[in-house]
Nanobody, 125 residues
Framework: QVQLVESGGGSVQAGGSLRLSCTVS???????????MGWFRQAPGQRREGVAG???????TVSDSLKGRFTISQDKEKNILYLQMNSLKPEDTAMYYC????????????????RGQGTQVTVSS
């Protein structure tokens, strides 16, 4: 089992910033696996949208529509994944999920093999 716990969501005004964190715990049954990590989001009534990801070599990818505002990073020693979100817009309002993906799914930012419970981000105008 891979357990993911998100934090850092909240309510901000447009133009503000938030940093989301995801604490990653890998159970003994999956400890030998390698996982691609990332974030996706979903707003009510909307399709899931891939946000950003990190592959096994540490290369980062951010959705084209979010480049320049969102940054993904990780602290491997602490097993924490981050999503820095700047210049937030009302359309960024959504539940944000941390995701772990197998290498086969690594480039699919809107796919998860494991995901957390999500953290809500609300941006007001």
């Amino acid at each position: 089992q891979v357990q993911l716990v998100e934090s850092g969501g909240g309510s901000v005004q447009a133009g503000g910033s938030l940093r989301l964190s995801c604490t990653v715990s890998v159970g003994s049954g999956h400890a030998g696996w390698s996982w691609c990590m990332g974030w996706f989001r979903q707003a009510p009534g909307q399709r899931r949208e891939g946000v950003a990801g990190i592959n096994l070599e540490g290369r980062t990818t951010v959705s084209d529509s979010l480049k320049g505002r969102f940054t993904i990073s990780q602290d491997k020693e602490k097993n924490i994944l981050y999503l820095q979100m700047n210049s937030l817009k009302p359309e960024d309002t959504a539940m944000y999920y941390c995701a772990a993906r197998t290498p086969y799914n690594c480039d699919l930012l809107d796919v998860d093999n494991f995901r957390g419970q999500g953290t809500q981000v609300t941006v007001s105008s």
